[in-house]
């Protein structure tokens, strides 16, 4: 098996799996019956997702654009996780009293 094929399974198999955990997210967030619950599931699935999809484009980028790759899911997973707690914390506040 030469390294070029090695390379091109390893893509297909991370961004496959990148996929699954996408779907896994987006099934997540219509299924489930509140919004701290589907926050969860959304927010967890995509960031592992997107991680297995920049990942298995990292063997394929060079130099400069792998940094990009690199850079943008920090920076997805920064803004994921803020946004996240600003929607549970809004969610919270205009949760009716028991």
Do not use: Y
């Not at 926050?39 to 654009?65: C, M, R, S, Y």
């Amino acid at each position: 098996m030469t390294l070029l094929l090695a390379r091109d399974i390893f893509t297909i198999v991370a961004v496959t799996f990148g996929t699954f955990f996408f779907l896994a997210g987006t099934v997540g967030l219509i299924r489930f019956p509140d919004t701290l619950t589907r926050l969860h599931a959304l927010t967890k699935a995509d960031n592992l997702g997107l991680g297995l999809v920049a990942l298995g484009l990292l063997p394929w980028a060079d130099g400069i654009l792998a940094l990009k790759i690199v850079c943008v899911w920090v920076l997805v997973q920064f803004s994921s996780s803020t946004v996240s707690q600003l929607i549970a914390r809004l969610a919270q506040q205009e949760r009716p009293p028991a």
